[in-house]
């Protein structure tokens, strides 16, 4: 940002008749730090002690209702989700005619509840910020965070300004103004390709691949597919993000499907079908579950192979029912595909630490999976067997192969230099 560019306008929301220290607080940090505050009140009940930009009445009318509606509508609960409603409505607006820069939003439960949904209304590259109680909780689900959203705890700050609560949101603040001025939104000069792995002591494809496609003119974003990475993954595919994908680890299906938090939500390995986006797939992984490390094992897993990765997560086996249990559960995901899928089989081993004296060897394990899938794919989907492990070259030939003579169909954009 150019010294003589206009003040970034960052939209500061929250309820103004319960917050309003905080809240003028953080306007005079942002003021400070050479932004613009633009006040944004989602009070409900009663008024803030001084005059926003947008009122909880223009919140209301962006909801298609009036503030007396929201009251009677129920209870907390409704009242509070119609204001989101019309605070996501109100913020997209003000950024589509150039009124915002980026946006804080600030509260407990309810105030998160509300920010979750002004996030994901909004577009990756703009900054946006949740200073929250809950911040990291398990109560907010994956599915409904943003894939830039930013987070900070609201450590004592529950109730009115103290020491601990000015150096928090004086952190948040600064880190919005100066994203807004500094942050770059993502460049779209060559197609997208996603593509979905684990690190490389894991899952290497990615080396091979991704130099590749960039020879070719393409720009590839590899999403780590421990929960919030697949999470992003589909956010951007959601919103059309991807000219394909190369989902070649969907591990976090079998996390989901045995209720672990290394889960990226219940909508794994859809979206991009569902937005006509091709998808080249491929079981990376999907033999493992993850867990924390840092937790005993579950009782269902007590007897299954275990590798601990870091001191933070750890991977167990499924047993063989359960890979047949996750090959039918992919089958199902990728039937509601509305573009080309071609699903890669490497029947000589889904992860590194399948092979021969590796932690998590498991021939049986690997037979049940390989041959469930091959009955458990819809017609829609081309199944292309190949013999080798998904770590060898021969693999990633293949993908390869597959997406030139999509290319050459037409069905994927060409690149460009």
């Excluded at 300004?161 to 993502?186: D, E, T, Y």
């Excluded at 974003?221 to 059309?240: P, S, W, Y």
């Excluded at 209720?259 to 079981?283: C, F, H, K, M």
Aim: aromatic residues 6%; charged residues 20%.
């Amino acid at each position: 940002m150019s010294p003589s560019a206009p003040l970034p306008r960052i939209a500061i929301i929250g309820t103004g008749d319960t917050k309003s220290d905080e809240l003028h607080f953080m306007a005079s940090v942002i003021d400070e730090a050479g932004g613009l505050p633009v006040m944004v009140d989602v009070s409900i009940l009663d008024d803030p002690p001084y005059a926003p930009d947008y009122s909880k009445h223009d919140i209301a009318r962006a909801a298609g209702t009036s503030i007396e509606a929201i009251i009677a509508s129920g209870d907390e609960n409704s009242a509070m989700t119609l204001m989101a409603k019309g605070a996501a409505i109100l913020t997209r607006d003000l950024y589509e005619t150039g009124q915002m820069d980026g946006v804080i939003m600030l509260g407990g439960t309810m105030g998160t509840d509300l920010a979750l949904d002004v996030a994901a209304a909004l577009p990756l590259g703009l900054p946006k910020f949740v200073v929250s109680t809950i911040a990291y909780s398990h109560l907010i689900p994956p599915e409904r965070i943003a894939p830039d959203l930013m987070m900070i705890l609201w450590a004592g700050g529950l109730f009115g300004l103290n020491g601990i609560c000015r150096s928090v949101l004086s952190q948040a603040c600064g880190a919005v103004v100066g994203a807004a001025k500094h942050g770059r939104s993502p460049d779209c000069k060559r197609p997208l390709i996603g593509m979905t792995s684990l690190g490389s002591s894991c899952l290497r494809y990615m080396k091979h691949l991704k130099p590749e496609l960039e020879k070719r003119g393409y720009d590839v974003a590899v999403f780590h597919a421990t929960g919030m990475g697949g999470r992003a993954f589909e956010a951007i595919a959601a919103q059309n993000g991807f000219a394909a994908v190369f989902d070649l680890c969907i591990q976090e299906v079998s996390n989901h499907h045995y209720g672990t938090v290394v889960t990226s939500g219940p909508d794994r390995l859809e979206n991009a079908g569902r937005a006509g986006i091709p998808q080249i797939v491929a079981p990376g992984a999907v033999d493992m579950v993850d867990l924390q490390a840092w937790q005993d094992l579950p009782a269902i897993f007590a007897d299954r192979p275990y590798h601990a990765h870091n001191r933070l997560i750890g991977s167990v086996t499924s047993s063989p029912e359960g890979r047949r249990e996750i090959a039918r559960l992919v089958g199902r995901k990728l039937a509601t595909a509305a573009a080309k899928v071609a699903f890669l089989l490497p029947i000589e081993g889904l992860q590194e630490w399948d092979r021969p004296e590796e932690p998590l060897h498991d021939p049986d394990g690997l037979d049940a999976f390989l041959d469930e899938i091959r009955r458990a794919l819809p017609a829609t989907v081309t199944l292309h067997e190949v013999e080798a492990h998904i770590n060898a070259s021969a693999f990633s030939q293949k993908v390869l192969e597959i997406f030139d003579a999509w290319v050459a169909e037409g069905v994927i954009p060409e690149g460009r230099p």
